[in-house]
């Protein structure tokens, strides 16, 4: 069983829908990162938490220590928010960064 | 603030060549990370330093990678001699906090090797 977990593999939705991107973890992490890579494209850095939850624009990220569990959330999705998502954790007390496999979300106008 | 730079962006050679692979991290950043992105794989961690000092080479795929950071503004990932294997789009990444923070990705380079 792989160490972090991501939901869906694949999504597609059209414009407008709420959207919830989902990674689990088996280990103990000190910051869950998420990222996004648009095709052919580079990747950025949305989110690092270590705790609770952060907003920036239309993305918000959550995480649950206890459940060992982080969300991604879209609101008011468009077309231009389809990328890879990508969820990876840093285990305790090390430089390392535990790969999700992406979940590869499209947005239909 | 300029983020990282790396070049060239797309390169492509052939089997045997030397390929030199260049990165300039965020100012004040001292950890630097490069990764190599696969269809297969997905994202590797090839080696990662940290005020300037290799820490972990342990994902360098074999000899023929060998990377440098002469400074803490510069850092090169050179492959010799080149094969098809290594057609994949290699990304530099730097944070703070000795890689506890945040970390920020260049463009990639996109090589090619025919």
């Known amino acids: 069983k792989n160490e972090v977990e991501q939901s869906p593999q694949n999504l597609t939705a059209q414009e407008g829908e709420f959207i919830t991107i989902n990674c689990s973890y088996s280990v103990g992490i000190s910051a869950l990162h998420w990222l996004q890579q648009h095709p052919g494209g580079g990747i950025v850095s949305l989110f690092m938490l270590s705790s609770g939850k952060k907003k920036h624009g239309r993305l918000i990220a959550t995480i649950n220590i206890q459940e060992k569990h982080s969300s991604l959330h879209i609101t008011a999705s468009h077309p231009r928010d389809s990328a890879v998502y990508i969820c990876a954790v840093k285990k305790d007390s090390n430089y390392q960064l535990i790969w999700g496999a992406g979940t590869k979300l499209i947005i239909k106008p | 603030d300029a983020g990282v730079i790396q070049s060239p962006r797309h390169e492509v050679t052939e089997m045997g060549q030397e390929v030199t692979l260049r990165c300039k991290p965020i100012s004040g950043h001292n950890s630097l990370f490069w990764y190599r992105q696969t269809m297969m794989r997905g994202l590797e961690l090839l080696i990662y330093?940290?005020?300037?000092?290799?820490?972990?080479d342990s994902g360098m795929p074999e000899d023929r990678f060998s990377a440098k950071m002469p400074n803490a503004s510069f850092s090169t990932l050179k492959i010799q001699p080149s094969e098809p294997r290594d057609s994949a789009v290699y990304f530099c990444?730097?944070?703070?906090?000795?890689?506890?923070?945040?970390?920020?990705f260049g463009e990639g380079s996109r090589l090619t090797v025919l």
């Open positions: 330093f940290n005020n300037n000092v290799p820490i972990d």
């Open positions: 990444a730097s944070s703070f906090q000795s890689g506890a923070g945040e970390l920020f």
